[in-house]
């Protein structure tokens, strides 16, 4: 059974920085495009970076733009999220998804698997 399992959420200060992981298990990781998406309250789900199969090829919202960064690691089924300069506007439930093959990062039903999140919470 595919898991995706984020963790490294938590609460910081404005400024402060952060790093969430996504480790997968039960898929050929290689062959995975995977992404970063986020949901704050009464929001809806919105994508925030994505990297595709060979890791070599990243793509982030403009919102978050030069102060995320996207990168993967094959050899460990791992995917990571390095967050400088957060702004209480990052607070959200920060979701880790796969999707087999290429495809649009942006569109969220594209990704065939999901976790269930890890909290970022950024005071002011």
């Known amino acids: 059974q595919v898991q995706l399992v984020e963790s490294g959420g938590g609460v910081v200060q404005a400024g402060g920085s952060l790093r969430l992981s996504c480790a997968a298990s039960?898929?050929?990781?290689?062959?995975?495009?995977m992404a970063w998406f986020r949901q704050a309250p009464g929001k809806e789900r919105e994508f925030v970076c994505g990297?595709?199969?060979?890791?070599?090829?990243?793509y982030c919202d403009d919102l978050v733009k030069g102060r995320f960064t996207i990168s993967k690691d094959n050899a460990k089924s791992t995917v990571y999220l390095q967050m400088i300069s957060l702004k209480p506007e990052d607070t959200a439930v920060y979701l880790c998804?796969?999707?087999?093959?290429?495809?649009?990062?942006?569109?969220?039903?594209?990704?065939?698997?999901w976790g269930q999140g890890t909290q970022v919470t950024v005071s002011s």
């Open positions: 990297v595709y199969r060979s890791g070599t090829i990243t």
């Open positions: 039960a898929l050929t990781f290689s062959t995975y495009t």
């Open positions: 998804a796969a999707a087999q093959g290429v495809i649009g990062l942006r569109l969220d039903s594209k990704y065939d698997y």
